[in-house]
Every structure is written in C-alpha cells, then in structure tokens.
C-alpha cells in the first residue's frame, strides 16, 4: 500500500536513525557493512563488540523463548487483543529489541520534595506549589473573563472581535463563533455568569443564523460550531437527562441546535459523489459546493468525525455517523507515502492531488483524528476501527523516518515538510501548527494514562516510546521557538538551521536565547495569531508525563500573551512580528484564544481529574467529548470542577 521514499531524505547526519524502525536482521547487517571512516578507526573495538553482542543476544533469546514470563508487548498485546482487537507483534525481534531497548532518560532534576522514579515524576507537588500553580489558574481565568469582557462589549454575536477597532467582525460565516466557541470553556472554569450569556445568545439565536446564512467552511463550522455545542450540551448534562449547569439553556437546546446545524453541513457529504465531503455549505438551503479550486484538504476531510461519531451517539441517529466515517474508510485505500498523505484531495475523484507532505497547515489534523478517533471508538462493538490504530502507527514511522531531523549546532529536533512529496527534497519548515504533534503523539502512546501507570502495567511497546521520546523533543522546540523571540512569543512559521539550510541575520531577536542560531524567522512569518497548540501539546505532555517543566514553560508563554497581547480596554490581539519591541499589533482576536488556548492553560495548571484524558477526547478545537464509557458511567461528574 505504501510506496517507500528513495534514500533521498538522509537523516544519518541527525542521528535520526534512532527513530527508524529496523528489522533485527537490519540493526546487524547495517552494523556490520557501514564502512565510513569514523567506523573503520573503531572497527577493531566495534568487531569485539559485536562478537560479544551476538552471544548475549542468542543467549537472550533462548531464555525468552523458553521463558513464560510476559513481555513489555504482552500486556498491551493481550488487553489489544480481547477488548481492541489490536494486532501487536509478537515475534521474537520483539522481544530481543526489547532486551536492547535505551532506558528510560533520566529526568531533569529536581526539588527535593519531588520523587523521581525510573524516569517518572511520582512525587506530589507540595503545599506551596499547589498554592502557586491555583493562583496561576486564577490569572488564565482572568484572562479569559477580560477577553470575553472585550468580545462582549464590541462584537457580541460576531464571529469575531477586533480588539484594536473596538468592533466585531464576520469571518467564518456569521454564527457568532466567539459565543459558540467559548462556551465550554467558561462551563469548565465556573464562569457561570459567561455561561448565562454565551448560553441566552445560543438560544435565541443561532437557530435562526443557522437557517438565513450563507456560505460557511464545512470544516471550521464542525469543529467551532458544532463542537462547541456538543461539549456544552455534555457538560450542562446532556448525557445524564440532568441539567447540571445552574445557568443558561437546558442541554437539549444544544443539541436541537446542533443536529438542525449537521443536518445542513451533511449536503457537503451527500452532493459529493465520492466519500470525500466538498469544503463549502450554503446553510440557509442545505447545498454545498468544492472551493474555488475544486480541492478539498485532507485535514478539513478528515478533522469531522469525532464531532459527527458523537452527535451520533446521544442523538441515535447513525447517519453523522455513517457519513463521516465514509471518508477514513476510503483513506484506508488510497496509496501513501510510508503512512504520510498529501495535503490535497479531489472530492470528484476520490484521488490525493499533488505531492506535498506536511503535518502544518492543511495536513495536521488528519493525524490528530486518526488516534483521536480511534480512542473515541475503539470500545464500541458495531465496528473495527482497528484500521484507524494501524494508519496512526504507519504515518507515526513515517514522521520519524522521513520527517525528523535535528537543528545545527544544539540539536533541536523538529519536523519538516515534503513540498515535492516522495520524489522532493526536504525542507526544514516548520508551521506552529505542527505543534499540536507532541501531545497527540503522548496520548496516542498512553491512551490517555499517565506513563507511570502505563509503565507500571506494561502497557507501552517500543513504538509507544519512541513516539513519547519524539514528543518530548518536539515539544521543547515548540517551546524554544517562543523563547527565541523579543516578545517571547512564537512566529507562525520557524526554519531551522540544518547542514542543508541556513539564512542569517534572521534570529527571533532574543540574544541570550541558547537556540538563536537554530531557529530561523524569515520576514513573512513572524506573525503570532494567538494559537493553541503549543499549550495544547504542554497540557497533554503534563498530564502524561507528570514533569512539572510542562507548566513552567506553559506559564512562561501565559506571561507573554499577557504582556504583549492583552488590550486595555478589553480583549486580546493577534501580532504581526513576535521579533521586535514592542510588537505591531494586527488587531484580531481569533476564537480559538478562548476556545483552547485559554482553556488548555487553565486545565494545564489545574487538577489532573478534571476533564481525564482516558476518559475524554477533545477535538481539534479542544472541545471536549466523553469517550464511550463515560457519557454513560461518569460524564457529568467531570462538570464545573473549575474553581477561583
Ligand atoms: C484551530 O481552529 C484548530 O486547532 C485547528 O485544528 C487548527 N487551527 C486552529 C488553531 O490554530
């Protein structure tokens, strides 16, 4: 199915061959036939070495064979096998390169009430601490509320708020996003007050919105919209018959509105003659057309089935469903490139169109959803989803074999694109939005749980630890490409410094920064809209790992946000260059601010049980969806945990 890439993306001189998946057979043959210079100077040393090694490894693998004692795989393996229907390999390579896997990195270190334990961080923040990290929740709140207090007052009903002009404006179709998309989070922080409001607009009038509007983007109208409204119908209680919020419409409101607001995107699906939906709907008649050039993105594609798998659920109505779930079972059939697809689609054809490989922008979230789907699914039993697992794990090799490589001099790694595809060459561009990576890249090595107890279960396979040690990388270039800038806030589009790349006099204007000469801002980029998914991926990474760096960094970006985007009189704004002093304001505020940045900092720096991440699965635009089991044994205990 997949065609593999010639050896024309080399990422030796990266030490990227870490991440590369090898046959037993490989690791030995490579070992023994490399003959560059460094190795003939040690091939004396290297061939006893080896000698050595071979014995130890036969030896191990006579006792594994014979032993009954379960292996790291088995427990995955046996759980995956019953309840998931997973197919875990087994064989004997296995269990030998489980026998040679790295230990685990020893962690940073740290304070002395902080136990660190096989590379987990198991010790209980202490009093202080606790104190620190709720005062801090308490600013991510007042942040919210003064970004809410701004939309409120200049854009109520919107989509979105211009915080310098002091005006609203529509540029997703006129639903009033800003409401829509903010509602959950207020609901999550015990706003009550938002909720009344944000919750009254909803309910008088986005049903009539909904039916007089115009053209809107099917995929941004799924994720804001209809996510907003499916996460607030589950936390107001939707799914106990209760209506746990003590303001704002009963949760059937929400749902009314979200099936009349599905029913209507569902002509993208149903007009086109493929599976793979068109990009745009006419809401007020229920028709839908393919954008200007006739393309859907795979990621707008793909980013919709959580949302519609979920309306199916507490609606009972499979045809969300059915439709949605369409467009993966083709993906499953077309040709990729190790796992990795195009970022273009033809809904006429059915066919990826053009080569360009990228995890950014217009790729992304095709990614996200292959686990995220598959963790929202994987318990039901009308249906084996284990395809969506099996997609995941292939395009995660992929990344690591043809994706990764490391910066110049201090070894950052980061995730570059294919803008030729399989015939192209590399390039070592990066857009913020690749930073989503390294949270989906955590949970789909845990499944949601913590490392510690997945290791303590035996539940991670070497797979799921190179994909927690990528995540862990990535996530600190993510960081990095905040701390190297003036305004210590990250441009839209890093480069980076490789054997191949280099331009200079394009630093990110922070000198004491040790990545200065690492990280490469060209002029166009260095815009900052106030994006998630950096504290996204830091939220995720805290919950898994436990490492309390995650919230340091993340109340480090919180800082700058409010330092050089907050507007006095209400609202936050969108830069145009993250490199000087003081920046050039752009004058937007995006919905996504309250819809996930702020909430990701606000759950990041708050208890771990609000909102579990084996129990939830947030969408792409982090509204957050009950997991199966869940809605129907614990949803509405997770509701309004948030307190000042
Ligand atoms: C959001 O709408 C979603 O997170 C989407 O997946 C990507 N773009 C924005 C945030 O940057």
Known sequence: MSKSLPYSVKDVHYDNAKFRHRSFFKVITQTL????????CVSCSAGKFLGLFMIFGLACLMLTHASKTPSATDGLSKGL??????????????????????????????????????GIFTG????????????????????????????????????????????????????????????????????????????????????????????VNLFETTIRVLGGLLSAYHLSGGDQDM????????????????????????????????????????????SAHPAHNLLSSTSEVSTLQLEFNYLSAISGDPKYKTEGMKVFAHFKTLPKVEGLVPIYISPHSGEFIGQEIRLGSRGDSYYEYLIKVWLQLRSIQDGNFTYLYDMYEEAMRGVRHLLVQKTIPNELVFVGELPGGSKGSFSPKMDHLVCFLPGTLALGATKGITKEKAMKDNLLTIEDFENLKLAEDLAKTCFEMYSVTSTGLAPEIAYFHTKDFYEDGLGGGNQSSEYV????????????????ETVESLFVLYRITQDPKYREWGWQIFQSFEKYTKVDSGGYTSLNDVTTLPPQRRDKMETFFLGETLKYLYLLFGDSSVIPLDKFVFNTEAHPFPIKDAIYLEGGSYMMKGTM
């Open 33 to 40: 036939f490399t003959s560059d210079m460094k190795r003939e």
């Open 243 to 286: 209506n746990l919020a003590n303001t704002g419409p009963k949760p059937t409101i929400y749902l009314e509105i979200a099936k009349n607001l599905a029913d209507r995107l569902l002509s993208a699906f149903t007009s086109s003659p493929t599976p793979i939906p068109y990009s745009d709907v006419l809401l007020k008649n229920s």
């Open 124 to 215: 209980k923040p202490n009093e202080h601490d606790e104190e620190k990290w709720k005062a801090r929740q308490r600013n991510v709140k007042e942040a919210f509320i003064h970004a809410w207090s701004g939309y409120k007052k200049f854009a109520m009903g919107y989509d979105e708020l211009l915080p310098l002009s002091m005006q609203g404006f529509d540029g997703l179709g006129g639903l009033g996003a800003t409401v829509v998309d903010s509602l959950d989070t207020a609901m999550i922080m015990g706003l009550e007050e938002v909720v009344s409001e944000a919750g009254s607009w909803i309910e008088s009038n986005l049903l009539e919105r909904i039916s007089q509007k115009g053209d």
């Open 517 to 532: 000469n690492d990280i490469i801002i060209k002029f166009n980029d260095r815009h900052n809209l106030l994006r998630p």
């Open 81 to 118: 096998e019953t309840n998931e229907e997973h197919k875990v390999v087994t064989d004997v390579g296995v269990r030998f390169k489980k026998l040679l896997r790295r230990a685990p990195r020893l962690p940073p270190r740290l304070s002395g009430n902080e136990k660190v334990s096989s």
